[in-house]
Nanobody, 126 residues
Framework: VQLQASGGGLVQAGGSLRLSCAAS????????MGWFRQAPGKEREFVAA????????YYANSVKGRFTISRDNVERTVYLQMNSLKPEDTAVYYC????????????????????WGQGTQVTVSS
């Protein structure tokens, strides 16, 4: 599967952005999906994951209650709605795909991820 992330930009603290990740290639519903981010000088970190059906999700504690991951298997797209953004959310955001059986491992075992998008920059100004 190939992934293309978009939707990043510059936003003031407290604002919102919605990221999209469009998939092509193999059957999208075969994959659980995740979002990760990497801030300057820091390691890539897990943000959110969603099961192949969209029925299950989980989040990093730092974004819980502010971010929502969703997917549309017909449109072959996964989304990340980001509300109440903070300057510390500034990072390059990446989408990634894992086999549907690896959904619960996405956060703890990044080696299960089979494909990555190219990243989209999110900058939150204070």
């Amino acid at each position: 599967v190939q992934l293309q992330a978009s939707g990043g930009g510059l936003v003031q603290a407290g604002g919102s952005l919605r990221l999209s990740c469009a998939a092509s290639g193999r059957t999208f519903s075969n994959y659980a999906m995740g979002w990760f981010r990497q801030a300057p000088g820091k390691e890539r970190e897990f943000v959110a994951a969603i099961s192949w059906s969209g029925g299950n999700t989980y989040y990093a504690n730092s974004v819980k209650g502010r971010f929502t991951i969703s997917r549309d298997n017909v449109e072959r797209t996964v989304y990340l709605q980001m509300n109440s953004l903070k300057p510390e959310d500034t990072a390059v955001y990446y989408c990634a795909a894992a086999a549907r059986g690896d959904y619960s491992r996405i956060a703890s075992m990044p080696n299960v991820l089979e494909a990555w998008g190219q990243g989209t920059q999110v900058t939150v100004s204070s």
